[in-house]
């Protein structure tokens, strides 16, 4: 892709999407058609889904600060990063959802610029929700190639700083494989779910099993419970998913534990006390009424989430991703007094002469 560009991205298209490109980019013809085709309920339930992610997201940004403590001014910025790529999965399912997930968090960081890449055999309704979040640059292009075309820059589509969005496999090792040549949220995919219930309906804990289970083939679904009778009947209902799983423990401290060292991308909790417990888990829903498709879709936090353990290390994808933290320091003369004597003894434990007459200098003049 570094050395082909379109060509490289025409052979990938036809080869594993069956697709035969001359133009990648969406016109804005085509992606304002979309919008405007889109039933009036569809249009109500963007519009109120965006509201909610919007105020989620509008809540997670980091604040600037400055300080002054003897004679020594510090602080922080906050600054929007400039150009962010958006990845939207194809596969069987139009995923409406996601452009909003990675679309209006960029926006109230206040991204500049959006690139949004999604397979050829784009759904008119992917289309309209990017129209809809004021997304003016669309490239039908899907897939590891997609990842390599943002990172890299194409004659077609633009590098970007910062790949961000879910997929497949194959999209979340090259997201891991061209970490440095771009910057990148996490490895987020193929989905993951881990249901923990010591009591209830198991129909409504298959609910939530099979519900993550239809992403793809790849996805993982577990039951985690410490009823040798509801893990019976969940076994039972789901006896047909090769992708549920589920695990009897001895008690609930034993399932924090497994989830725990799981760290899986969705965490249900049907019931119990045990938030405070946990540590590594993506996003978590509390109770029996808490879906995962409400967080999926509309009630605010963000469904781009860690997978594979990652879940240790961050959460999920939030406007905290789509800016950078700069920091900034002024030292008066006063300030210069007093840090001296410390960063020159500091400098001459580590053999840094250079490093120990800067400071001195400024120690001398004041």
């Not at 133009?23 to 804005?28: A, M």
């Not at 139009?94 to 997930?101: D, E, G, I, K, N």
């Not at 009823?227 to 799983?245: F, M, R």
Request: charge should be positive; charged fraction near 25%.
């Amino acid at each position: 892709m570094r050395k082909k560009g379109d060509s490289a991205l025409r052979y990938y298209s036809k080869k594993f999407d069956s697709e035969e490109l001359r133009e990648f980019r969406v016109s804005e013809e085509r992606l304002k058609k979309a919008l405007k085709g889109l039933p009036a309920g569809e249009r109500t339930a963007l519009e109120k889904a965006a509201g909610n992610i919007e105020f989620f997201a509008r809540k997670q940004l980091p604040r600037p600060w400055r300080s002054e403590r003897n004679g020594v001014i510090t602080g922080e910025m906050v600054k929007p990063i400039e150009t962010v790529g958006v990845y939207v999965p194809g596969g069987r399912f139009p995923l409406v959802s996601t452009v909003l997930m990675n679309c209006i968090p960029a926006r109230v960081a206040g991204v500049k610029r959006i690139v949004l890449c999604t397979p050829p055999a784009a759904s008119e309704k992917v289309l309209g929700a990017a129209c809809f979040c004021g997304v003016e640059e669309v490239y039908l292009s899907g897939g590891a190639q997609a990842i390599a075309a943002m990172a890299f820059g194409t004659e077609a589509v633009p590098r970007v700083d910062k790949v961000v969005g879910p997929g497949n496999v194959f999209v979340s090792t090259a997201k891991r494989l061209l970490y440095g040549s771009v910057g990148i949220d996490m490895p987020a995919g193929p989905s993951e779910v881990l249901v923990f219930a010591e009591k209830g309906k198991a129909e409504w804990i298959v609910a939530e099993l099979k519900a993550q289970a239809e992403h793809d083939e790849n996805a993982r679904a577990l039951f985690v419970t410490t009823s040798g009778k509801l893990a019976k009947e969940v076994e039972k209902l789901t006896a047909k998913n090769a992708n549920v799983k589920i695990s009897r423990v001895k008690s609930a401290e034993k399932a924090v534990e497994l989830i725990n060292e799981i760290a899986p991308e969705h965490l249900v909790l049907f019931d119990g006390e045990m938030l405070p417990g946990i540590e590594n888990a993506g996003s978590v829903f509390l109770g029996p009424y808490s879906a995962v498709a409400f967080g999926d879709y509309c009630s605010g936090s963000n469904h781009v989430l860690p997978t594979a353990g990652f879940a240790k290390v961050r959460g999920g994808l939030s406007s905290r991703d789509f800016v950078k933290v700069v920091a900034f320091q002024k030292v008066k003369a006063a300030g210069a007094r007093e840090l001296a004597p410390t960063a020159e003894k500091l400098a001459e434990m580590e053999g840094m002469e250079e490093h120990r007459k800067s400071v001195e200098l400024r120690r001398k003049e004041t």
